[in-house]
């Protein structure tokens, strides 16, 4: 292994050094990308965690790298090939406890190091004080001092393990309620309203953590008020605040692939203006073939997007941050306290919201139906049976179903999918006549090009239907869906994690305390 340097580098080589290759599956995308690797031409390669990826992508990347490449994903939710499951940064915000961030991060980083990897695109640092699509179970919280404190215990035990962490989404703004994955977003935050509140927490990582604070990746949405003309991804105005306030280290674009920059700017052209505006690493459109991606690159900077002195500085920040990968690091294995700590998040994350003199807890020895949310797509069966039900990566309805009913063993579930038919409404309503209460079992996955991450208006308005009827409600996933449902007595929130899943039964039974505090500032009716 050997580190470049930068006058050994040609200008081929050093366009190659600002690119993350996002996808290699592709025979194609794999031959070029290891010709630039063996060229000493290229950053790092995207390996996106999954089955296989060790195999597949990141021991052939290694063999091929003569130099610390970056290998990089998003781990937002924890190495999710690890055997510990973790339940996201939204549930570490619950439990508002920077040690317990500390070990998150490094549970992930030690999980992740072992196969390769050496660049984390988290934590996300974005603010949730309201609700927005495709982000808040990503948060830590809506409190900039909160998320500063856990997103700083963050970035410490990724730079222990040897990892470069990535606190995004630069400047994390919170006014928007689009998703860039799909269309331009756009904030009218204030130049203060920045300083003072959205930046805060990188102000405060860069103040503490000093060196430590490796990575920034900016987002795309356009801050009017600072540069109308640009999203913060290829605004020279956006990203110079940071700089100026003294940031060193590597500054990564978001995904290229996303709607909300590339309708507007091209494929071409977004990559010349992400790297004029200040970014040292290119995350490109994945759709399109790598060596399609460098050529365009390549022609930008010929084309004068960027100068030589610009290009020599971005290359010059990876090629520091590469070096950093190398530093031995002082976290290499778990201990007992770290796996016993990520059991106790997934148990101890688990909050209640109730009615003055109030438990959270429900009559074991009376009728209930659990109303279960199901996606849509469930693939073939009967689709109240719960056993052939297509679902999330962490939400099982018909594991849920059966958890449930080992606590409530008089008690029965049904399942209505997300856009519940006519004939699932009818059902239910009369069904609920037959029990003592109903307790709605919900859901709402927060991931890119849903358009929306709540509950759908056809299920709000079957609540509202038996509101007088409804005992509890247990949600799993953005908790601002609850600000639509009507009033009911309690409300259990869990978080992303099948872990978490099978603690929330046990809570409504009242086996078990909800010991975490909710880190959103919630309007319940």
């Not at 148990?347 to 109030?358: K, M, P």
């Amino acid at each position: 292994m050997k580190l470049l340097k930068l006058e050994d580098l040609t200008v081929e080589q050093k366009i190659g050094q600002l690119l993350i290759a996002r996808s290699i599956a592709k025979e194609d995308d794999r031959n070029f990308a290891m010709e630039l690797i063996k060229n000493h031409a290229l950053g790092g390669v995207q390996a996106f965690v999954g089955p296989g990826i060790k195999e597949k992508v990141i021991d052939p990347v290694l063999a091929a790298a003569e130099y610390p490449i970056f290998i990089a994903a998003d781990m937002e939710r924890g190495f999710q090939l690890g055997e510990q499951k973790i339940p996201g940064n939204l549930a570490i915000g619950a439990m508002d406890d920077p040690e317990l961030a500390y070990i998150f991060a490094k549970v992930t980083a030690i999980q992740a190091k072992k196969i390769g990897y050496n660049m984390i695109w988290s934590p996300v640092v974005d603010l949730a004080p309201m609700d927005a699509i495709c982000r808040i179970p990503r948060c830590l919280g809506s409190d900039k001092r909160r998320v500063t404190e856990l997103a700083c215990a963050y970035i410490k035990a990724f730079a222990d393990c040897g990892i470069i962490g990535s606190a995004k989404h630069y400047p994390s703004t919170f006014d928007r309620i689009e998703d860039t994955h799909m269309c331009e977003a756009v904030s009218y935050h204030t130049k203060e309203e920045l300083l003072d509140i959205c930046l805060y927490p990188y102000f405060e990582m860069m103040d503490r953590l000093g060196e430590d604070m490796m990575g920034i990746m900016t987002g795309h949405t356009r801050c009017m008020n600072i540069d109308p003309d640009y999203p913060a991804s290829l605004s020279k105005k956006c990203i110079d605040i940071i700089k100026e306030r003294g940031f060193k280290g590597v500054t990564i674009t978001d995904s290229f692939s996303m709607m909300g920059v590339i309708q507007k700017f091209g494929n071409e052209n977004v990559l010349g203006l992400a790297v004029a505006a200040g970014n040292d690493i290119i995350l490109p459109n994945g759709r399109i073939p790598l060596r399609q991606t460098y050529e365009y690159l390549l022609k930008c900077y010929r084309d004068g997007m960027f100068s030589e002195e610009r290009l020599n500085d971005a290359v010059s920040k990876v090629l520091w941050a590469q070096e950093r990968t190398l530093r031995k690091p002082a976290n290499t294995e778990l201990t007992q306290a770290d796996i016993d700590a990520i059991e106790r998040m997934n148990r101890d994350c688990i909050c209640a919201v109730t009615d003055e003199g109030l438990t959270p807890a429900i009559d074991t020895g009376k009728r209930h139906l659990f109303v279960i949310l199901m996606e849509n797509n469930y693939s073939g069966g009967n689709p109240q049976n719960g056993y052939e039900i297509a679902f999330t990566k962490w939400w099982d309805p018909g594991k849920m179903a059966a958890l449930l009913k080992e606590k409530f063993p008089h008690s029965d579930a049904i399942f209505i999918c997300e856009f519940p038919s006519r004939t699932q409404n009818e059902k239910v309503c009369y069904e609920a006549t037959k029990y003592d209460d109903v307790v709605y079992v919900t859901f709402s996955d927060s991931e890119c090009y849903l358009g929306t991450d709540g509950l759908t208006e056809r299920v709000c308005m079957l609540m509202h239907t038996m509101a007088y009827h409804i005992a509890a409600v247990v949600h799993v996933g953005n908790p601002y869906a609850m600000e639509k449902i009507p009033h009911v007595p309690r409300i259990l929130f869990g978080f992303p994690s099948e872990k978490c899943m099978e603690y929330l039964p046990r809570v409504l039974a009242g086996e078990m305390e909800a010991k975490g505090h909710m880190p959103l500032s919630l309007k319940l009716k």
